[in-house]
T-cell receptor
Framework: DAGITQSPRYKITETGRQVTLMCHQTWSHSYMFWYRQDLGHGLRLIYYSAAADITDKGEVSDGYVVSRSKTENFPLTLESATRSQTSVYFC??????????????FGPGTRLTVT | DQQVKQNSPSLSVQEGRISILNCDYTNSMFDYFLWYKKYPAEGPTFLISISSIKDKNEDGRFTVFLNKSAKHLSLHIVPSQPGDSAVYFCAARGKISNFGNEKLTFGTGTRLTIIP
């Protein structure tokens, strides 16, 4: 199916465990992003990537690691999960504004609970 | 420091009336503004956008107005329909990194409820 998918959709883990959230897009978009959504904070950027092997931190990157070996995949890893990382995580992708109308396309989200 | 602000967490509007959602920003380097709509248990979906060189953009029932001097934008929905009930996020694009300028800064969202 074309589009952007995330897995798992729901995850419960314990404090201290390592967790990886997966994101896959089929459009070959250059840019990919990870956000977390929390009440009162809206969507906050965790990490983003401009192309394979090019990544940069967002505003809330502490405790998270990303990689992008292939254009279509952008996994997000919580190295040692904490309760404060309980959130809904969204992956998104886009092309640069220079290539046409600019918008980011979002996946359906992963609800992560850290106990 | 919140660079994009949506000061109204919620808004209720009668079906058929106009819904007006507001957004303020502080960074004058933002060059593109977008509105996203989000239903529960789904990802945000793009609704409408406006470049900083324009002051209005219209798409069907949705119109976005930009007032650069006031650093303010608004989304008008006319007429409002029950399916418009959702959370609306305002977002702004601007160069805030070492490379590229494709990042978006989002507001905290406004929950719109359309009353039948």
């Amino acid at each position: 199916d074309a589009g952007i998918t995330q897995s798992p959709r729901y995850k419960i883990t314990e404090t201290g465990r390592q967790v990886t959230l997966m994101c896959h897009q089929t459009w070959s978009h250059s840019y990919m992003f990870w956000y977390r959504q929390d009440l009162g904070h809206g969507l906050r950027l965790i990490y983003y990537s401009a192309a394979a092997d090019i990544t940069d931190k967002g505003e809330v990157s502490d405790g998270y690691v990303v990689s992008r070996s292939k254009t279509e995949n952008f996994p997000l890893t919580l190295e040692s999960a904490t309760r404060s990382q309980t959130s809904v995580y969204f992956c998104a992708s886009s092309e640069p504004l220079s290539r046409g109308p600019y918008e980011q396309y979002f996946g359906p989200g992963t609800r992560l609970t850290v106990t | 420091d919140q660079q994009v602000k949506q000061n109204s967490p919620s808004l209720s509007v009668q079906e058929g009336r106009i819904s007006i959602l507001n957004c303020d920003y502080t960074n004058s380097m933002f060059d593109y503004f977008l509105w996203y709509k989000k239903y529960p248990a789904e990802g945000p979906t793009f609704l409408i956008s406006i470049s900083s060189i324009k002051d209005k953009n219209e798409d069907g029932r949705f119109t976005v107005f930009l007032n650069k001097s006031a650093k303010h934008l608004s989304l008008h929905i006319v007429p409002s329909q029950p399916g418009d009930s959702a959370v609306y996020f305002c977002a702004a694009r601007g160069k805030i990194s070492n490379f590229g300028n494709e990042k978006l800064t989002f507001g905290t969202g406004t929950r719109l409820t359309i009353i039948p």
